[in-house]
């Protein structure tokens, strides 16, 4: 298997390469897409602060066109929607890479953990590029990097969960961000000039809300796991200070948005997913942002290994990712690449990898695998005439978990048939 993995992990580079050489010779399209996507650019677009925010930490959602809030079965879920931590069925560790444009960088580590209905999780992120500045001689005089470092707490719980309806899953990030920029000199003797940086440094306080529900629509095959969600999120509530060496003001508005997503399973092996975000500025509701839309498709080749693909059009900037997972002793990978149609075919740029550990799921497939086994029992009773007996074995059931609806319903009918003989055997003697 780990033989297998490399192919296909080789296979995968090697259509980066090449699709990025195929796109080198392609700069006349992209002068046409980015002319043609103009006139949907909003004329409020980066004015908001803390704009890495924005930036996706990589992995399974950005290969999915980052439609990712009404889907959420991984660990990603952190930008997307709070609410998912309470349903996974992983606990899980990951760390995160994301090449994003001039040699600037997202680097993130998040943990996840789930109890019973209730799921907590953390992550640390902190995009960062460098800073460097020249005289008129051209001398370098301050080297350093531009930073911007997010802190978030999870927390959510799953209200309502049932067999048929999974329930309605709540929660919510807290975040802490701080934008480190490095001091600069003056224009007149090249010195560094002593909290120049900290001045325009800023300390944000945010939080993110989030709801996901999982059903059955359409289902086409069986599966005890449903084949539909649908989630909803606001992100980057909050505000920001500046000033630290001066006196604090209040910073640029966060790049706050609202999510709606939704995601289908066609066929055991594919899942589709669909998204739509509407930025909006809470110091000034009048000036709002250009809506996103993204669509993404995942296809299961095998357990262990997976093909994605999505779409996302950004204002004026549609944007194309390719991506593959495979797992390789319980640890899961993740490859993409994204290609913006509007600003550059550099097949370096807009690489992302993840690593997802997975931990186990604190005995929940065992307990699953239990109720199966006593679900068919109960039949074997039933079929042999063994009524009371069957009864007992579905209660049993119902003791591990009082949410299995097909137990419920077995020991209706069941009664309800034990009843209807014992009507007529009755009858049958009052005749006799």
Known sequence: ???????????????????????????????????????????NEG???????????????????SAYTG???DISFFDYNPAASSILEQTEIALFHNSWIADSAMET??????????????????????????????????????SETTAVL??????????????????????????????????????????????QSALAFMADIGILTQFNLGKLYYSRDT????????TNLGAAVTGFS??????????????????????RPVTMTVEFRQPINLGDFSEYQMFYIGSGVCVDIAPFFSVLGGFQLKGANPRFSIGSEFEVLKVRFNINYSLDLTTSFNPVNRISLSAKIRLGDKGRSETKNRIDELYQEGFSFYANGEYERAIETWKEILLIDK????????????????????????????TE
């Not at 704009?51 to 999915?64: D, M």
């Open 246 to 267: 001066e006196s604090l003001k209040i910073d640029d508005p966060l790049p706050t948005t609202i999510g709606i997503g939704f995601s289908y399973k066609i066929i």
């Open 47 to 65: 004015t908001t602060g803390f704009r890495s925010l924005l930036i996706p930490s990589g992995g399974r959602p950005e290969s999915l066109g």
């Open 71 to 73: 889907l959420c079965d």
């Open 154 to 199: 999870n927390a959510s719980y799953n209200l309502f969960p049932g067999y048929k309806f999974r329930g309605l899953a709540l929660g919510t990030n807290l975040k802490f961000c701080w934008r480190s920029v490095p001091d600069y000199t003056d224009n007149y003797n090249g010195r560094i000039i002593s909290n120049s940086g900290l001045a």
């Open 403 to 430: 949410n299995f609806d097909p137990a419920k319903e077995a020991i209706i009918s069941t009664e309800k048939y034990t009843n209807m003989l014992s009507g007529v055997q009755s009858l049958s003697a009052y």
């Open 1 to 43: 298997m780990i033989f297998l993995c490399r192919r296909i992990s080789i296979y995968f580079l090697l259509l980066i390469v090449c699709s990025g050489a195929f796109a080198l010779d392609l700069t006349d399209m992209s002068n046409i897409l980015s002319e043609s996507f103009y006139g949907i650019s909003g004329e």
């Open 109 to 146: 580590i998040a943990a996840t953990t789930r109890f019973n209905n209730f799921g907590i999780g953390g992550k640390i992120s902190c995009f960062y590029v460098p800073f460097t500045e020249y005289d008129a001689f051209g001398t370098r005089t301050a080297s350093n990097y531009y």
């Open 227 to 234: 084949n539909c969600k649908a989630g909803l999120s606001i």
